[in-house]
């Protein structure tokens, strides 16, 4: 009886050492994706879908949903560099922006950058540039520029203990496309900056800034999040949410308020 008691025991201690190593495991793998999550040049692919919905926006009171799809593909060119593609596509819906009762829905003009990145960051510093690309592949004449655009585009950020501050930027010129559209001259600013617990629920924020230079305006939204790394059965996902608030916005465009709700589906290696 003595014997059967000391083996339940045994086995029970065992089985509690393995739960909990799973579940430090666990926590290690979702501290880890959520460092990657913060970087946006990471060697991870992901699928983020990224929802904005904002309200109240000009003198008709308008409403815009974006929902922005931004899968990211890492490819690795040699022992010691990187390239990371990332492709922005949005999905638009619209009310009141246009005029009174109207409504615009389908696709916005992709931004598809290409960030040549160091495979291994020295001291926390990981840094990234490359080009970026302006496609009008847009279904509404509302929500396309018709005008194919280029530039340069950077990352620089620096992570330690669960820190990441950085900032991405990329200016782009219109190149080519219909001649009765306005040219594209625009710069696009993100100072952003993130903190992650290692149960990979983190707190962040971010700046939007997006400068006209052809039409002198100037356009910035501040985004604070809240997220959260977890897994849906066998894949492991990421949830963000939080307000976003538009600062500054061109004549009748301002919005009065806006919700930001992120779902990252995550595949590591």
Not at 36 to 57: H, T, Y
Not at 156 to 179: C, F, R
Not at 243 to 249: C, E, F, I, Q, T
Request: avoid cysteine; hydrophobic fraction near 45%; charge should be neutral.
């Amino acid at each position: 009886m003595m014997k059967f008691v000391v083996t339940i025991i045994f086995v029970g201690l065992l089985g509690s050492i393995h739960f909990i190593s799973a579940q430090e495991a666990e926590k290690s793998d979702a501290a880890e994706l959520a460092k990657k999550l913060s970087n946006p040049i990471a060697s991870l692919i992901s699928v983020p879908f990224q929802n904005n919905m904002d309200v109240g926006i000009g003198e008709l009171n308008g409403s815009r949903n974006t929902l922005n799809i931004q899968p990211v593909l890492p490819i690795r060119l040699s022992e010691k560099l990187n390239l990371i593609a990332r492709w922005v596509q949005p999905v638009i819906s619209q009310y009141n922006i246009t005029g009174n009762g109207n409504h615009e829905s389908g696709l916005g003009d992709a931004v598809v950058s290409a960030f040549f990145s160091p495979a291994n960051s020295k001291g926390g510093l990981t840094w990234g540039a490359g080009p970026v690309f302006l496609l009008p592949d847009g279904t509404n004449d509302y929500l396309t520029t018709k005008k194919f655009g280029i530039g340069p585009t950077a990352v620089a950020l620096y992570q330690s203990k669960g820190i990441t501050v950085g900032a991405l930027i990329n200016q782009i010129w219109s190149v080519a496309g219909d001649e009765n559209r306005s040219d594209i001259n625009q710069m696009f600013f993100q100072p952003f900056f993130a903190f992650n617990w290692k149960t990979g629920a983190g707190i962040g924020a971010n700046f939007e800034i997006t400068q006209n230079w052809e039409a002198s305006t100037t356009n910035v939204w501040l985004n604070p999040t809240l997220s959260a790394v977890t897994s849906l059965g066998k894949q492991k996902t990421q949830f963000v949410v939080g307000p976003r608030l538009n600062l500054s916005a061109p004549d009748g465009s301002k919005a009065d308020f806006g919700v930001r709700a992120v779902i990252v589906f995550l595949f590591p290696k």
